[in-house]
Nanobody
Framework: VQLQASGGGLVQPGGSLRLSCSAS????????MGWYRQAPGKQRELVAA???????NYADSVKSRFTISRDNGKKTVYLQMSSLKPEDTGVYYC??????????WGQGTQVTVSS
């Protein structure tokens, strides 16, 4: 599984960004995809995930502000981020998990929330 993340950048507090993660390769039995993030000096944490059945899961800190979605035809998962805060700053990593393998990681994309 190969994952290509895009969409990061610099945004002011209160702004929005949309991250994209395009998947390719052997996607058989991929049952979940999502995003982790890592802030400087902190551990990587789960931000949001979506299962093959469409169930979603969010970190408490981003609930009601972030929305994860997917386009099966485009093999792409999106993370719509709104009302961004400085504490959302970090490197965001896309991942995919199979029933018996993974996680597979994409390259990180930097999100910086600053005025």
């Amino acid at each position: 599984v190969q994952l290509q993340a895009s969409g990061g950048g610099l945004v002011q507090p209160g702004g929005s960004l949309r991250l994209s993660c395009s998947a390719s390769g052997n996607l058989f039995e991929v049952n979940a995809m999502g995003w982790y993030r890592q802030a400087p000096g902190k551990q990587r944490e789960l931000v949001a995930a979506i299962t093959s059945g469409g169930n979603t899961n969010y970190a408490d800190s981003v609930k009601s502000r972030f929305t994860i979605s997917r386009d099966n035809g485009k093999k792409t998962v999106y993370l719509q981020m709104s009302s961004l805060k400085p504490e959302d700053t970090g490197v965001y990593y896309c991942y995919a998990r199979k029933i018996l393998a993974g996680p597979f990681w994409g390259q990180g994309t930097q999100v910086t929330v600053s005025s």
